[in-house]
């Protein structure tokens, strides 16, 4: 039956003029990069037809009275005010058309609700006012803020080509696979939409609604919150980057792995013991070369830590230098080469061992956000 | 004061024809009176007065609007003016200026001396502009006025709403009360007033359009009452009823609500097909076509209207049967809603027409009402639904509905009737003027907004992307044209009040009906004693 | 001219039955306003539609597990608007057999200073599966209280009814944790009563 309908909407929206006619302008709707949105598009247009069709015709009628049927043309008004044939006709055939138009639009609707055999899942999270993208299968997710400057909202400059349709952080899937979303909220009502996928659908708190999408074609689809929820409603689009398997992959493994990283960072306690065997450890591997495993170094070309006055006096010079290196130097940048954990422990280590004994330690979490800072 | 005074003129020529002592003096004749002529007169100044307002607004709203970028007013505020334009054209313009007709014309239409219940046809009016003070006070309350959309939906009106949202639930309490007493009003009045001879099936169509009305009232305004009672638990006593966080449920708001609002949209149109069907056979010199279908049809639409609440509501995730269902129904509405249309065109055709005000009126009406039909049928198709939802698509179609639907149908009534009301024909010249600058103003306002919906434009936003800013600029002109047209109007009416040709009883050689047997202006008190209706 | 209708001596009687009805009319139109409430309620648990799983299940038989199929059972965490606890399940999904009791836990940590009582709300998608899914025990039946800086692993055992229509291959269980004041309430609320699934 579902194949016999879609058939027969195909068959319907094809007949009816195809996306060329109207696609370029912004005066229709977009027929989209999915399957949906295209099913969509046909019906929408069928419907259109359908409606001029009536229109021109009824309108056609009064036009030709107003034109022929005139009192100050002569006219002289007919008696006539019923015609049993003629209103049962024009009852039963709209209602034809209408079961007829139903058809398609039933088993386009019967396609946009089977969420089954998705092969990525995300979960969106609506916020006042941004959005939060969780991929529940690979543990990452990140905010997605509207980016464009208050300055470009205020008239104060020139308005950017995707003026209010950008975000720092976008939505990546990959092409061609089904995707699966997950919504809810944190406070109000929002509702998520993006045209070209044809895909909407609320955000309720502390609900959970579904839909899905399969993107055919790379690219960058823009959208926005489709729900009245506070003063910045029309501040919180939805951006979503669609790209070739091989790099959703690729994203995806390096996003994991910075999820790891800031998880190790933020979840982990560190104790001032931990740091310092690891930061031992780390020391024998990337410092003790040139500062020697007991931190009296090789002067004048590499500084002794025991007892210096980077190691026992400001943290946030001896953060930098260790992050940044010194140009001029022999003392690198280690900021790229080691994690957070090695450069918080390795700080630590330094500023306790040989007698430095400060008692400071630095987490990793320190690290990450001053890294972040710069 | 010059209206009153005209009035007063006005009744002292029949005061041959009745033994009291004809309206008070001053202020306290409207205070006090339970004359269906002057509440009927007092229901059209305040609604005018509304429109003129919740106008206002919408020209705060089409000014930022004009441009990308934020120039007049902040978001907060401007969520303030979309949600009080709309609140207040619904419930302080259209149904009232409904309401008004009602008073002045169902009585002469069936030949009654009065409203069946006159005391509390006074109170009925009275209560609207105590509602509307407090509801406009909230514009200067600490936090603003509601800014959650006229839809209130929880939980951005219970939780997140601002302080004066209570005012706001206590406003519409007040207005819901006044709004069902009027309908207890209506109904009592066509059901027991009509003259001798009368049968439902004699009535005529705005009599039928408002008793049909008038029930859908008394079956909706309470569950709006029960709504906002709700709403008012959940914010100051503690309940759950929308937050999840008890038990509650946010998308039970939606359906509470628009169990209400769907037949409200339908109360806000059907006085109007009822008008229209008065006025495109008088100014056709030949009967309404399908009498009896009209009646059906609309009594159809009413019943209908009934079961397609959830068409609001496509995008919330109810399950797919519900869809189904929600879907057939709304698209079966517009098989009554069509045999109207038709029978309306039919009534024209081979009429002998001609094109004064109120037909001018009429007949747009009944194109572009059917153009705001079309899209309401396009946003039916539940799958298609998904990208109009909450778009600009769905604001072109319902204020082609409401604007070319109900306010022309009202602008058409007003012309009309108003020699019948004041004794005087108005300014033919103007009010040919003030249509045609309304029909041009009204679709350069809203035809593009079909464009940036399909577009992608969403609704309730201050500021929008750049692909849009065209239309927009197009839509804001339109706007700023029908606002100003308004003021015409205004012209128009307070002259013929003051004076112009004297109308005949019957100033339309093709109008039928009771109360075109009365003279113009009608007298204070008409069908003392019924008349005998064949 | 008063109120008095001189052509209709019937009709302040009519008047007043008119007005009867009209306002009993009123009258049950907003009783059934509110009476919307609790049947959305009993039409939701009846059918499973909004995704509220409903509350304790007892069923009558012991069912054995469906082999032949497994049925992917996915598990979210949300805080609701200002909540600060920590909240995840342990495991984010499980492979179950239909009719096979399945336990799974979720982490729960106060980080502040403060006693706290939260309180999880559930919802499951698709909304077809609800009626398919059953909890026997659930930490969402009872409001949770946290000391300062305490964490607890809460328990979920469920069972994904037999009867679960072929083509559902993957349910996703949401929970929203709630902040529910500074104090745990004098008696351990329970939260609905029994479910009225009665899929045994």
């Known amino acids: ?374 | 004061m010059a209206v009153t005074g005209v009035f007063m003129s006005a009744v002292a020529d029949t005061h041959a024809q009745d033994h009291h002592h004809g309206p008070a003096k001053g202020i306290s004749r409207w205070l006090l009176t339970t004359n269906h002529k002057d509440i009927g007169t007092m229901y059209l100044i305040f609604s005018f007065a509304m429109f003129l307002l919740g106008g206002t607004m919408a020209m705060v709203i089409r000014a930022e609007l004009f441009q990308p970028g934020l120039q007049i007013v902040q978001p907060e505020f401007f969520n303030q003016m979309t949600t009080m334009h709309g609140l207040i054209m619904v419930f302080g313009a259209v149904m009232p200026a409904f309401v008004g007709l009602a008073n002045w014309m169902l009585p002469l239409m069936i030949g009654a001396p009065d409203m069946a219940l006159p005391r509390m046809n006074n109170w009925s009016f009275w209560l609207l502009p105590c509602a509307f003070l407090i509801l406009v006070s909230t514009l200067f309350m600490e936090g603003g006025a509601p800014n959650f959309g006229w839809t209130f939906y929880a939980p951005l009106s219970t939780t997140y709403g601002p302080p004066s949202t209570t005012f706001f639930i206590f406003a519409v309490h007040i207005m819901g009360i006044s709004s069902i007493m009027g309908a207890i009003n209506v109904i009592a009045t066509i059901l027991n007033l009509r003259a001798p001879g009368m049968t439902l099936m004699k009535m005529p169509l705005f009599v039928w359009t408002w008793l049909i009305t008038a029930f859908l009232l008394i079956a909706v305004m309470p569950v709006l009452a029960g709504v906002v009672t709700m709403m008012l638990m959940d914010i100051n006593f503690g309940t759950s009823f929308f937050d999840a966080s008890g038990g509650g449920d946010p998308v039970l708001f939606q359906h509470v609500f628009w169990f209400f609002g769907h037949p409200e949209v339908y109360i806000m149109i059907l006085p109007a097909f009822g008008a229209v069907s008065h006025i495109i056979p008088a100014f056709s010199r030949k009967p309404l076509f399908g009498y009896a279908s009209m009646v059906y049809a609309v009594g159809a639409i009413a019943l209908l209207s009934f079961v397609v609440w959830a068409h609001h509501m496509f995008t919330v995730g109810i399950p797919i049967v519900g869809q189904l269902f929600f879907m057939y129904a709304t698209m079966l509405i517009a098989v009554p809603t069509g045999v109207k249309v038709f029978n309306w065109v039919a009534t024209m055709f081979r009429g002998s027409l001609t094109f004064e005000a109120p037909m001018l009126f009429a007949v747009a009406f009944v194109i572009l009402f059917t153009i705001g039909g079309f899209s309401g049928l396009m946003l039916a198709i539940a799958p298609a639904d998904f990208q109009y939802h909450d778009t600009y698509f769905v604001v072109a179609h319902f204020h082609y509905v409401l604007v070319p639907g109900a306010i022309f149908g009202i602008f058409a009534s007003a012309y009309f009737w108003l020699p019948k009301w004041t004794g005087h024909m108005y300014d033919e010249t103007l009010a040919k003027t003030h249509f045609w600058l309304s029909f041009i103003g009204m679709n350069l306002a809203f035809f593009p907004m079909h464009f940036l919906g399909l577009a992608g434009m969403p609704r309730r936003i201050p500021d929008y992307a750049l692909q849009f800013a065209d239309f927009n600029m197009v839509s804001s002109v339109g706007a700023f044209m029908f606002g100003a047209t308004q003021l015409l109007f205004l012209l128009i009416v307070v002259k013929c009040i003051k004076g112009g040709k004297e109308a005949p009883a019957k100033p339309w050689d093709g109008a039928e009906g009771l109360e075109w047997t009365v003279s113009s202006p009608a007298p204070y008190h008409t069908f003392a004693t019924p008349p005998e209706v064949k | 001219m008063t109120d008095q209708q001189v052509n209709n001596s019937g009709a302040p009687r009519g008047n007043a039955r008119v007005v009867g009805w009209c306002l009993a009319g009123v009258v049950g139109m907003f009783a059934f306003g509110f009476a919307m409430v609790p049947l959305y309620d009993v039409f939701c648990e009846i059918t499973g539609i909004n995704g509220k799983t409903g509350g304790r299940y007892e069923s009558t038989e012991v069912a054995e597990a469906d082999m032949t199929r497994t049925v992917k059972v996915q598990f979210l965490a949300s805080n609701g608007p200002g909540m600060t606890w920590k909240f995840r399940p342990v495991v984010r999904s499980v492979e179950v057999h239909p009719g096979e009791p399945t336990t799974v836990n979720f982490y729960a940590e106060n980080p502040t200073t403060e006693a706290m009582v939260g309180q999880a709300v559930p919802s499951l998608a698709p909304s077809e599966g609800t009626l398919y899914f059953h909890k026997t025990e659930c930490f969402c039946f009872n409001q949770q209280p946290l000391e300062a800086g305490e964490s607890t692993e809460m328990p979920l055992i469920f069972i994904v009814d037999k009867d679960l229509p072929e083509h559902i291959t993957k349910l996703t269980l949401s929970y929203t944790l709630y902040d529910q004041g500074k104090q745990p309430a004098v008696t351990q609320t329970s939260r609905k009563d029994t479910t009225t699934n009665d899929n045994g």
């Open chain 1, 1 to 374: 039956m579902r194949v016999h309908a879609q058939r027969a909407g195909a068959l319907l929206g094809g007949l009816m003029f195809p996306a060329w006619s109207m696609a370029d302008w912004t005066l229709n709707m977009t027929p989209g990069v999915t399957g949906t949105s295209n099913e969509i598009f046909s019906l929408h247009m069928t419907i259109l037809w359908i409606c001029v069709v009536i229109g021109v015709v009824v309108f056609g009628v009064m036009f030709w009275s107003i034109f022929a049927h005139r009192k100050s043309q002569g006219a002289k008004p007919a008696n006539f005010h019923e015609n049993t044939l003629v209103e049962i006709l024009w009852t039963i055939i709209p209602f034809v058309i209408l079961v007829v138009m139903a058809i398609p639009a039933t088993a386009t609707l019967v396609d946009m609700y089977d969420t089954t055999e998705s092969e990525v899942d995300i979960k969106v999270t609506g916020y006042q006012w941004k959005w939060q993208y969780e991929y529940i299968n690979e543990d990452f997710g990140y905010f997605s803020n509207l980016s464009t400057p208050r300055d470009q909202i205020e008239n104060r400059q020139a308005k950017g080509e995707n003026y209010l349709l950008e975000v720092d952080n976008p939505l990546v899937i990959p092409v061609g696979k089904k995707v699966r979303f997950l919504l809810t909220a944190n406070d109000v009502i929002h509702s998520w939409w993006v045209p070209d996928f044809g895909v909407k659908k609320d955000a309720i708190p502390g609900f959970i609604n579904e839909t899905w999408t399969r993107v055919d074609e790379p690219g960058i689809y823009r959208g926005q919150c489709t729900e009245l929820c506070g003063k910045d409603h029309g501040f919180m689009p939805v951006v979503v980057e669609a790209v070739p398997e091989e790099e959703y992959n690729a994203w995806v493994a390096e996003k994991k792995e910075a999820a790891e990283r800031e998880r190790q960072l933020t979840q982990k306690d560190w104790t001032m013991a931990e740091l310092m065997e690891r930061g031992e450890k780390a020391y024998q591997t990337a410092c003790a070369a040139c500062h020697q495993a007991d931190g009296s170094g090789a002067p004048p070309a590499f500084p002794a830590l025991k007892g210096s006055p980077i190691a026992t006096q400001d943290m946030a010079a001896h953060i930098d230098i260790v992050v940044n290196g010194k140009s001029g130097t022999s003392m690198q940048a280690f900021g790229n080469q080691l994690s957070e954990v090695d450069l918080a422990a390795v700080i630590t280590y330094e500023r306790n061992a040989w007698g430095n004994n400060t008692g400071e330690m630095v987490t990793p979490k320190e690290i990450f956000d001053y890294k972040n800072q710069q």
